[in-house]
């Protein structure tokens, strides 16, 4: 099989010859550049300067000699930033500073800090929703943002990988708590919903616009689409399932039903990190196809439980092993039990695409990670 054979049967909910496997094809699945560096040592490999796709978050461009080495089965793209902005770094004290094409002003030590992290919130002072809908929005659709999108699509099909879209931001969620400040946010949708209303329009409003000139240059080359948000913490939902239900699910299922329009043969990818039981449900019932993570220590996300609940219904992308406690401060032995363990829960059957739960993060050595990797293929669904 090629990967996008193998991968296109794993949605399909059939075995393929051996488990896709996803390393950087979007934000969620990717690995932060420290830990990078650590794999190409790991691999034998020479150093090399190291690219950074996610700023934020400090995701490391994963090279062609890496993939090669790892046999990884799916390649990504994410739209350019509107031409308005400009990447400009600022240096205060021990910290250094950018702001985002959003507004959204974020910091990290100085000197080589791992990620940066919120400082400002532009929407932080607003006080009613007519400033909200005011706010100097960024150009979600603006032509610039596609620029050689469809031939970055079109050399990964013609390579014979299986091509994945990602979206211009995560959602209402998480931008409700960057652009309006966590506290701000959390107190809008206990007591002031139309602020938190107001935003959570503004937010589809500019997906819709973005995947829909998005999917008129690429859609009949998409195979999966990526969205995502964060409702879940490590024991419960952020919020009570009915105000999810309330205000979330439908504004979901607007964004996913206008997806669905661009590219209807695609699979829809839906991140969400934490304890998401209590509506997986819902996000079957709004169009999701995957769901990536099965954060596997967090309340209630049991792989096994998981695969016999829902494993007709969604694909699970992600959890093939603990980025929490595991892949980080476990031996390689540990890593490779719970390779394992993670494969015979959730691959039978098919609709398992195996990545780590989340991002590789910086204090992951390289051989976790070449460990994960050797245990897939020892499970007798993970070999050549």
């Not at 420290?34 to 700023?55: C, D, K, M, T, W």
């Not at 400002?120 to 596609?146: H, K, M, Q, V």
């Not at 439908?250 to 997806?259: A, M």
């Not at 910086?362 to 050549?384: E, Q, T, W």
Request: charged letters at 25%; proline letters at 7%; a negative charge.
């Amino acid at each position: 099989m090629t990967p996008r054979q193998r991968l296109l049967a794993t949605l399909a909910h059939t075995e393929p010859d051996r488990i896709p496997f996803d390393l950087s094809s979007t934000p969620v699945t990717g690995i932060h550049r420290v830990a990078y560096q650590n794999l190409r040592s790991a691999l034998g490999l020479a150093q090399r300067p190291v690219e950074i796709f996610h700023l934020m978050q400090q995701l490391a461009v994963v090279h062609d000699d890496v993939h090669a080495a790892l046999r990884t089965d799916v390649r990504g793209s994410r739209p350019l930033p509107p031409p308005a902005w400009r990447l400009e770094f600022s240096i205060d004290g021990d910290y250094e500073y950018y702001t985002d094409d959003w507004g959204i002003t974020r910091r990290r030590i100085a000197d080589d800090g791992h990620y940066f992290d919120l400082c400002s919130s532009p929407l932080g002072p607003a006080t009613t929703p007519a400033e909200i809908d005011a706010y100097t929005w960024p150009e979600a659709a603006a032509e610039p943002r596609f620029a050689g999108l469809r031939e970055r699509a079109q050399a990964i099909r013609d390579a014979g990988f299986p091509f994945v879209l990602g979206g211009i931001c995560p959602g209402m969620m998480e931008m409700g708590q960057w652009l309006r400040g966590f506290d701000n946010f959390y107190c809008d949708l206990a007591a002031d919903r139309p602020m938190a209303e107001a935003l959570c329009e503004q937010i589809i409003r500019l997906k819709l616009q973005y995947w829909t000139r998005a999917l008129e240059e690429v859609g009949d080359l998409v195979d999966v689409i990526q969205e995502g948000d964060d409702y879940g913490g490590q024991q419960s939902l952020q919020i009570q399932p009915d105000l999810w239900r309330q205000i979330f699910k439908p504004r979901l299922r607007q964004l996913l039903d206008g997806i669905r329009q661009g590219a209807p043969q695609a699979a829809l990818f839906f991140h969400s990190c934490g304890a998401v039981r209590d509506i997986i449900p819902d996000l079957i019932e709004v169009g999701v196809d995957i769901l990536n993570p099965v954060q596997v220590a967090a309340t209630g996300m049991d792989s096994k439980e998981l695969k016999r609940e829902f494993g007709d219904d969604l694909v699970f992308w992600g959890g093939g092993v603990d980025t929490q406690h595991v892949l980080p401060t476990g031996t390689p032995m540990q890593v490779a039990d719970e390779v394992r363990r993670r494969v015979d829960d959730l691959a039978p059957g098919g609709g398992f695409v195996f990545a780590a739960v989340h991002n590789i993060q910086s204090d992951v050595s390289g051989a976790n990670i070449l460990s994960m990797r050797k245990a897939l293929d020892d499970c007798g669904r993970g070999g050549a």
